[in-house]
T-cell receptor, first 117, second 110 residues
């Protein structure tokens, strides 16, 4: 079945630095990927829709200059948290849909835990 | 606006008891509803979706447009059902955006 891989699974960084998280669809192509954020014991909040070859679509309240998204190929989307601060510490999860199946089902990555000191 | 409401944060039942996880939605068009499950230390995965009208691991969910609900049910809970359950809604359009409810933690006691 479809597999979505995220890297790194866990990253710790100092305040003020930038962190890049990768999301890859391993055995399928995805023109669209979705980035979610999950706080401890809370639900997933959609941050943005990553579109291959074009600009990402951000949800209301999400700073596009803070969370840079690049979807350079049909199998890779990256989320860069710029000038990270402790309040950006969270669990970031990406998802993608295998267009080939025709099913309207999203496959999720295992998530990337960001801790900003 | 799209909204998914799961009123219960925690549902604790004994093994063998019936389970109903509530989900209500708000959407003006024709929605697609899903249930996703997250077992301990595992990634989020699809449990079932309303268009399939299938039973997965003994769970079923029926879309009730009149009540705007998509409750998840299982007649006899098992300990391995303990997990976090999220109801999700996909509205119309080409973006395939999925909006999640706040989730319900199901704890099945032995």
């Amino acid at each position: 079945g479809a597999v979505v891989s995220q890297h790194p699974s866990w990253v710790i960084c100092k305040s003020g630095t930038s962190v890049k998280i990768e999301c890859r669809s391993l055995d399928f192509q995805a023109t669209t990927m979705f980035w979610y954020r999950q706080f401890p014991k809370q639900s997933l909040m959609l941050m943005a829709t990553s579109n291959e070859g074009s600009k990402a679509t951000y949800e209301q309240g999400v700073e596009k200059d803070k969370f840079l998204i690049n979807h350079a190929s049909l199998t890779l989307s990256t989320l860069t948290v710029t000038s990270a601060h402790p309040e950006d510490s969270s669990f970031y999860i990406c998802s993608a849909r295998d267009l080939a199946t025709g099913a309207n089902v999203l496959t999720f990555g295992a998530g990337s835990r960001l801790t900003v000191l | 606006a799209q909204r998914v409401t799961q009123p219960e944060k925690l549902l604790s039942v004994f093994k063998g008891a019936p389970v109903e996880l509530k989900c209500n939605y708000s959407y003006s068009g024709s929605p697609e509803l899903f249930w996703y499950v997250q077992y301990s230390r595992q990634r989020l995965q699809l449990l079932l979706r309303h268009i399939s009208r299938e039973s997965i691991k003994g769970f079923t969910a029926d879309l009730n447009k009149g009540e705007t609900s998509f409750h998840l049910k299982k007649p006899f809970a098992q300990e391995e059902d303990s997990a976090m359950y999220y109801c999700a809604l996909r509205g119309g359009g080409a973006t395939n955006k999925l909006i999640f409810g706040t989730g319900t933690l199901l704890a099945v006691q032995p």
